[in-house]
């Protein structure tokens, strides 16, 4: 077998064999199949794209290419949960422990963040003395005693997918359904739940800009699940504008306490629920009407807020944040952003808000960047909400004025204000499963 052929039949639109995805995807972890060989393969499959069978094929090699997590030594059915990306999306930090408060166990990986999206380790970081890198038999001994763990990917989870994914990122060949849909999958089926929820976002700070992009993404998921018997259900929510109101990640974090405290903005603690209650229905909790009434249950009774201090203090976090937000280390420097004119808010570029906290220090523009865990912005004023010219848009949180200045200049932009009452779109766009796709 050659690589050239195998380039040559996806470049001429042919569908490729399980043994020629094998041939490529073990020389490329090997290093006997060069990066020049596998961009060309890349941008031959973001132009003719990948049969059903094919991405199924690519993410099962994947899968294969480094360490399986084996999750069966945890009582009951594992529960996974993959968000494609987003600004403001902190919900891994409500609803792990809210499912886990129920008895159904958590054991998850998650990842940093990059470019104008966040990463739930940098968030959970921000707790003093949170750790994330906690080694294998004691990630599996806090789930088995607390009910949930959250930690980093281990360094030999998916080898191809972190070769592969740092050439999609410079050759221009990330946004390609196959490829997003094997990566993200690959990582899943590796991380061993046996059960996975996808969160599939859709807007101006998502991956897919469009429904029908996103529900070709959702519908490859969810197929990639069946061919590997792992139940996969996708959502599909909104991105046209950040979930919640903070963006940052200590910031974040106070806000997904406000989820389980029941005090956090109606966006991002129903997005919370529903993601909880569809983690529930797949553990066989119930239907997903009783799944929904069990995690709203859940918040109210404070069992969750419970599971969230529990989890804390069990990676040797400081507990004392769920009710102390002074407990955080405090930003050196904030600002107001001031309405220049007034009128409507009647969009938000999600993406810029995103690139405005990065711009605060709150992201990383190359995976070696460090962050800083105090910066951010906190929003006042969302889509469809009325503002008065010199009315408070939003704060920002940063370490020094030069950068305030940059994300300043860099959010207002985001803001688009103007005449007429936006249209508030809904925030559930569609749920994919085997059976097909329910419109909301
Ligand atoms: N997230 C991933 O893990 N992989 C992609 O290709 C895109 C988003």
Redesign the pocket.
């Known amino acids: 077998m050659r690589m050239y052929d195998i380039i040559k039949r996806k470049r001429d639109g042919l569908e490729l064999t399980p043994q020629e995805i094998n041939y490529f995807v073990s020389g490329y972890v090997a290093g006997t199949i060069p990066d020049y060989q596998a961009s060309a393969l890349a941008m031959a499959i973001f132009f003719k794209g990948m049969t059903p069978r094919e991405i199924s094929w690519l993410t099962w090699e994947m899968a294969c290419s480094g360490e399986m997590m084996d999750l069966s030594s945890l009582p009951g059915i594992k529960v996974d949960k993959?968000s494609?990306?987003g600004v403001g999306d902190k919900t891994t930090l409500a609803v792990a422990p809210i499912v886990a408060s129920t008895g159904v166990p958590v054991a998850k990986m998650s990842?940093r963040g990059l470019g104008h999206t966040g990463g739930t380790l940098d968030k959970l970081e921000s707790i003093p003395g949170f750790s994330v890198e906690i080694e294998h038999d004691r990630f599996l001994d806090i789930v088995r005693n607390v009910g949930v763990a959250v930690v980093g990917q281990t360094a030999n989870l998916v080898p191809a997918?972190k070769k592969l994914?740092a050439l999609?990122d410079v050759t221009a060949t990330?946004?390609?359904i196959p490829?997003?849909?094997?990566?993200?999958m690959s990582?899943k089926i590796a991380a061993g739940a046996d059960c996975i929820l996808l969160d599939v976002k859709c807007g101006s700070g998502a991956?897919m800009k469009t429904f029908d992009d996103a529900e070709a993404l959702a519908r490859a998921m969810v197929d990639i699940g069946e061919k590997v018997h792992r139940t996969t259900v996708a959502l599909i929510t909104n991105m046209d504008q950040p979930l919640g109101n903070a963006i940052g990640n200590s910031l974040e974090v106070r806000e997904a306490i406000d989820v389980l405290k029941g005090c956090a903005p109606e966006d991002i603690t129903e997005t919370c629920l529903e993601l909880a209650a569809n983690m529930l229905f797949l553990a066989h909790k119930g239907t997903l009407i009783s799944c929904r009434g069990l995690a709203r249950r859940q918040v109210e009774s404070g069992a969750a807020l419970k599971k969230f201090r529990q989890m804390v203090s069990a990676q040797g976090g400081d507990e004392r944040v769920a009710d102390d937000y002074s407990v955080f280390e405090q930003a050196r420097c904030t600002r107001e952003l001031l309405a220049p004119v007034s009128g409507w808010v009647k969009s938000m570029d999600a993406e810029r808000c995103g690139l405005a906290s990065a711009a605060l220090g709150a992201g990383r523009a190359t995976k070696d960047d460090a962050v800083d865990l105090t910066a951010g912005i906190i929003l006042n004023r969302k889509v469809g909400d009325r503002v008065t010219k010199g009315d408070v848009l939003a704060t920002l949180y940063s370490s020094s004025e030069e950068k305030l200045d940059d994300g300043e200049r860099r959010l207002l932009s985001a803001f688009d204000i103007g005449g007429n009452r936006p249209v508030r779109t809904p925030h559930f766009l569609a749920r994919v499963t085997t059976e097909g796709v329910e419109r909301f």
Do not use: C, E, M, P
Not at 179 to 184: N, V, W
């Open positions: 993959h494609t990306g990842g997918d994914y999609r990330v946004d390609s490829l997003i849909a094997s990566s993200i990582k991956f």
